[in-house]
T-cell receptor, first 114, second 110 residues
């Protein structure tokens, strides 16, 4: 089945540690995105990538880093510089086309700092 | 700066009621507007609207876009408890960005 797989579903991190969230898609989509969702809030864009080896900062990129070495993979690293990392993280992908196709979402990773 | 405002923020209705959810936006290089339903984790796609005045329908759900007044509405008729969710609207810009609103939390009581 085609889709987007995020792992792990739940992640606990100690303060000062970097952690990496995985996102893999087999939809052959060019564009991939990372969003953060806090309770009672909408989705805020962290990073997005239109094509392999290229990515752009979103609205809240500080304290995060990404890579796009393969079309199907777009991992997100939450660094120790992110002051409030506890949140629900969603990865998405789209065929591309400048916003005229829908984005498909993974099931999310809930990150908790302990 | 791109801006999306959804209203109301939350809504409680009884089964069988009709609800109207609103989404207003200001987006540079607007391309389309998408509606999503989020129940637990992953948002699921409902509609994509690109032209004004053309209503999209799927069962009890329908949506329409007004590109002149920069808003969209999502209607749900004969609501059911399974409609309880957060409904998100997301206008898109010409830079591959989906810009999400804060969502409307709908609760349908039996």
């Amino acid at each position: 089945d085609g889709g987007i797989t995020q792992s792990p579903k739940y992640l606990f991190r100690k303060e000062g540690q970097n952690v990496t969230l995985s996102c893999e898609q087999n939809l052959n989509h060019d564009a991939m995105y990372w969003y953060r969702q806090d309770p009672g809030q909408g989705l805020r864009l962290i990073y997005y990538s239109q094509i392999v080896n290229d990515f752009q900062k979103g609205d809240i990129a500080e304290g995060y880093s990404v890579s796009r070495e393969k079309k199907e993979s777009f991992p997100l690293t939450v660094t120790s510089a992110q002051k409030n990392p506890t949140a629900f993280y969603l990865c998405a992908s789209s065929l591309g086309g400048f916003g005229d196709t829908e984005a498909f979402f993974g099931q999310g990773t809930r990150l908790t700092v302990v | 700066e791109d801006k999306v405002v959804q209203s109301p923020l939350s809504l409680v209705v009884h089964e069988g009621d009709t609800v109207t959810l609103n989404c207003s936006y200001e987006v540079t290089n607007f391309r389309s507007l998408l509606w999503y339903k989020q129940e637990k984790k992953a948002p699921t796609f409902l509609f994509m609207l690109t032209s004004s005045g053309i209503e999209k329908k799927s069962g009890r759900l329908s949506s329409i876009l007004d590109k002149k007044e920069l808003f969209s509405i999502l209607n749900i008729t004969a609501t059911q408890t399974g409609d309880s969710a957060v409904y998100l609207c997301a206008p898109t810009s010409g830079t591959y960005k989906y810009i999400f609103g804060t969502g409307t939390r709908l609760k349908v009581l039996a």
